[in-house]
């Protein structure tokens, strides 16, 4: 349980900031996250990671000389904007390129992928390097789809050391994908976590049991069973690990025995005392191993087993030389420049000058109309949605879709006084959801929105017609960055059958009120259908089984938000008089 905290919305900000206060010497606060105090004399790659918050040292912890040069911080267990995944690589930017790295999330890998496109545009490389090291989440037929844990560690660290050893964009990128495939992990909980502020925690365990293969976000592990001895627990985590090795004939390790959040050290060590001697029995040398809390999960308790199965130049890069506020190896002596970037170095997003006709603005009220019911009605079922998504996800369903519209509601408001058109009224608001909310359905009802105001433009009022197209857009948008199809059990199975049936109805003359609740109805129905279905993308999926059932919370908020700004979308606008 979390005890310090003032309002728990606040939390992971203002950890942050006293993060950066204590160790001023290292590490500089910058929108969106932390990077390294002062930049290097000559160009080097940035690697950057990031994720939620929630892992300390994970993923600020480690920023500085021979690791990271950035974090991008999102708040608790939810990933980072693109907005600050673009802000943290611009500041750590020093002109040999830009590698994110993160583990496998489908929220992460769609926010750094848009800052990618966007930092790539202007002319900055930027690569991806994902991590996939927990061999819990997905077979091996299925290795890409398997989620990243403690193997972070391992990976970035490489990168950071082959980045300050002045390799380029290709070589850092080229070793951080094969440390990650060469990188394995088992993870077990033996007790839920608890949000600031939450009175439940996120799941919980029998007493006496544990969950094999948790993620770190308090997915449930895949399996409970009776909690074993010190040495049955060790013997069991290095049994599956050793089961799965890559294609590797080293019989070098590193090694990782990684603190959950609220598991001592002392324990640890005590389960060290089997795992090392398996391991070398199995005939491998142990290469500087770490025991000790890596990437956590809030005050969860519980282990992780890592293992890297090293060749030279991985060897290399593990046991060089680092200096962070969360972790220190070896003598440095590094080359850093006292010119410190100073934050005006991010360009400041630029307040939009808006034109627009009448007849849009008229239409623009009845959009901020329907934002403002969407954010009351979110409000009204934080509970509900975030519920339905503990049950194979990770609980953040109904606060991620709050904090979104409410951004949404403010940005959307701002955008009316300044004159805005119905269609850059909903982008802002699209541009702001996806900032604020966080998770997969974040990024998505954000990029949504701004397709659909796109569609709408600021001179017209929108046919219906126009209003299905502009429907069709945000589906099409969503589809795109999510890569999901019907029966994936996710927010596509209530959102396309609503986009199809719109646009049938409309094109046979049904008029756009009837036609929209009609598509409303279909909608809720496919929603509440999603609960038969296997989830086949997102956080979910690892959690299949658990998940039938119940239906997907992001169709479920999907449908009932689409039936609640129907009237607002369709009502005929009538324009201001003067
Ligand atoms: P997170 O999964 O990051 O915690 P949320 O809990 O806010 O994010 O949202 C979960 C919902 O997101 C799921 O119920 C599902 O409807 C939707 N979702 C997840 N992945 C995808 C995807 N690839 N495409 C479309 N929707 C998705
Ligand atoms: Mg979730």
């Given at each position: 349980?979390?005890?310090?905290?003032?309002?728990?919305?606040?939390?992971?900000?203002?950890?942050?900031?006293?993060?950066?206060?204590?160790?001023?010497?290292?590490?500089?606060?910058?929108?969106?996250?932390?990077?390294?105090?002062?930049?290097?004399a000559?160009?080097?790659?940035?690697?950057?990671?990031?994720?939620?918050?929630?892992?300390?040292?994970?993923?600020?912890?480690?920023?500085?000389?021979?690791?990271?040069?950035?974090?991008?911080?999102?708040?608790?267990?939810?990933?980072?904007?693109?907005?600050?995944?673009?802000?943290?690589?611009?500041?750590?930017?020093?002109?040999?390129?830009?590698?994110?790295?993160?583990?496998?999330?489908?929220?992460?890998?769609?926010?750094?992928?848009?800052?990618?496109?966007?930092?790539?545009?202007?002319?900055?490389?930027?690569?991806?390097?994902?991590?996939?090291?927990?061999?819990?989440?997905?077979?091996?037929?299925?290795?890409?789809?398997?989620?990243?844990?403690a193997?972070?560690?391992?990976?970035?660290?490489?990168?950071?050391?082959a980045?300050?050893?002045?390799?380029?964009?290709?070589?850092?990128?080229?070793?951080?994908?094969?440390?990650?495939?060469?990188?394995?992990?088992?993870?077990?909980?033996?007790?839920?976590?608890?949000?600031?502020?939450?009175?439940?925690?996120?799941?919980?365990?029998?007493?006496?049991?544990?969950?094999?293969?948790?993620?770190?976000?308090?997915?449930?592990?895949?399996?409970?069973?009776?909690?074993?001895?010190?040495?049955?627990?060790?013997?069991?985590?290095?049994?599956?690990?050793?089961?799965?090795?890559?294609?590797?004939?080293?019989?070098?390790?590193?090694?990782?025995?990684?603190?959950?959040?609220?598991?001592?050290?002392?324990?640890?060590?005590?389960?060290?005392?089997?795992?090392?001697?398996?391991?070398?029995?199995?005939?491998?040398?142990?290469?500087?191993?770490?025991?000790?809390?890596?990437?956590?999960?809030?005050?969860?308790?519980?282990?992780?087993?890592?293992?890297?199965?090293?060749?030279?130049?991985?060897?290399?890069?593990?046991?060089?030389?680092?200096?962070?506020?969360?972790?220190?190896?070896?003598?440095?002596?590094?080359?850093?420049?006292?010119?410190?970037?100073?934050?005006?170095?991010?360009?400041?997003?630029?307040?939009?000058?808006?034109?627009?006709?009448?007849?849009?603005?008229?239409?623009?009220?009845q959009?901020?109309?329907?934002?403002?019911?969407?954010?009351?009605?979110?409000?009204?079922?934080?509970?509900?949605?975030?519920?339905?998504?503990?049950?194979?996800?990770?609980?953040?369903?109904?606060?991620?879709?709050?904090?979104?519209?409410?951004?949404?509601?403010?940005?959307?408001?701002?955008?009316?006084?300044?004159?805005?058109?119905?269609?850059?009224?909903?982008?802002?608001?699209?541009?702001?959801?996806?900032?604020?909310?966080?998770?997969?359905?974040?990024?998505l009802?954000?990029?949504?929105l701004?397709?659909?105001?796109?569609?709408?433009?600021?001179?017209?009022?929108?046919?219906p017609?126009?209003?299905?197209?502009?429907?069709?857009?945000?589906a099409?948008?969503?589809?795109?960055?999510?890569?999901?199809?019907?029966?994936?059990?996710?927010?596509?199975?209530?959102?396309?059958?609503?986009?199809?049936?719109?646009?049938?109805?409309?094109?046979?003359?049904?008029?756009?009120?009837?036609?929209w609740?009609?598509?409303?109805a279909?909608?809720?129905?496919?929603?509440?259908?999603?609960?038969?279905?296997?989830?086949?993308?997102?956080?979910?999926?690892?959690?299949?089984?658990?998940?039938?059932?119940?239906?997907?919370?992001g169709?479920?908020?999907?449908?009932?938000?689409?039936?609640?700004?129907?009237?607002?979308?369709?009502a005929?606008?009538?324009?201001?008089?003067?």
């Amino acid at each position: 349980m979390t005890r310090i905290f003032n309002d728990p919305a606040d939390f992971a900000d203002e950890a942050l900031a006293g993060f950066c206060d204590a160790h001023s010497d290292l590490v500089r606060h910058v929108e969106g996250g932390a990077v390294r105090r002062g930049r290097t004399a000559t160009p080097k790659v940035a690697v950057i990671t990031g994720g939620g918050s929630g892992h300390y040292p994970a993923f600020a912890g480690i920023i500085g000389p021979g690791f990271a040069d950035g974090a991008v911080v999102g708040n608790i267990f939810t990933s980072p904007s693109a907005q600050q995944a673009y802000s943290v690589a611009k500041a750590a930017n020093s002109g040999a390129g830009v590698v994110f790295s993160y583990g496998n999330y489908a929220g992460d890998v769609m926010n750094f992928g848009m800052a990618s496109e966007r930092l790539n545009a202007e002319g900055i490389p930027t690569e991806n390097v994902l991590v996939t090291d927990d061999i819990a989440s997905a077979s091996p037929e299925e290795i890409e789809k398997r989620r990243g844990i403690a193997g972070d560690f391992v990976v970035f660290k490489v990168m950071g050391a082959a980045a300050e050893a002045g390799l380029d964009l290709h070589s850092v990128v080229r070793l951080g994908r094969k440390a990650n495939e060469f990188t394995r992990t088992i993870g077990t909980a033996f007790s839920g976590c608890t949000f600031p502020g939450a009175e439940q925690p996120l799941f919980r365990l029998p007493e006496g049991q544990m969950g094999l293969g948790l993620g770190i976000h308090g997915e449930p592990g895949l399996f409970d069973t009776e909690l074993p001895s010190a040495v049955e627990l060790g013997q069991e985590l290095v049994r599956r690990v050793l089961a799965e090795p890559p294609a590797s004939d080293s019989t070098r390790l590193a090694v990782i025995l990684n603190g959950l959040g609220s598991t001592k050290h002392e324990e640890l060590f005590v389960l060290w005392r089997t795992v090392a001697p398996l391991l070398r029995e199995a005939g491998y040398t142990l290469v500087m191993p770490e025991v000790g809390e890596l990437v956590t999960s809030l005050d969860m308790a519980g282990a992780s087993l890592t293992l890297t199965w090293l060749d030279e130049e991985l060897e290399q890069y593990w046991t060089a030389p680092a200096l962070t506020p969360a972790y220190r190896r070896g003598a440095v002596g590094f080359d850093v420049a006292s010119a410190d970037a100073d934050e005006a170095d991010v360009d400041a997003l630029t307040a939009a000058d808006y034109s627009s006709t009448e007849a849009s603005r008229a239409y623009a009220a009845q959009c901020l109309r329907a934002v403002d019911t969407t954010t009351a009605l979110l409000r009204d079922s934080e509970s509900l949605l975030g519920d339905m998504d503990a049950i194979a996800g990770d609980g953040d369903h109904g606060r991620g879709m709050v904090r979104g519209s409410a951004a949404a509601l403010e940005a959307a408001a701002v955008a009316f006084e300044r004159g805005a058109g119905a269609g850059s009224l909903l982008a802002a608001a699209g541009d702001a959801w996806a900032d604020k909310a966080g998770g997969t359905s974040g990024v998505l009802w954000g990029a949504g929105l701004r397709a659909f105001g796109e569609r709408l433009g600021d001179a017209e009022t929108p046919t219906p017609d126009v209003l299905a197209q502009a429907v069709r857009a945000f589906a099409d948008r969503i589809a795109s960055l999510g890569k999901a199809e019907i029966g994936d059990k996710t927010m596509m199975d209530a959102l396309l059958p609503f986009a199809s049936s719109l646009e049938d109805r409309i094109s046979s003359g049904t008029v756009a009120e009837d036609a929209w609740a009609a598509a409303a109805a279909e909608a809720t129905t496919a929603a509440a259908s999603t609960a038969e279905l296997r989830p086949l993308k997102g956080r979910a999926r690892p959690l299949a089984e658990k998940s039938i059932g119940t239906p997907d919370p992001g169709a479920t908020s999907l449908a009932m938000v689409f039936a609640a700004v129907g009237p607002h979308f369709t009502a005929v606008p009538v324009p201001a008089t003067n």
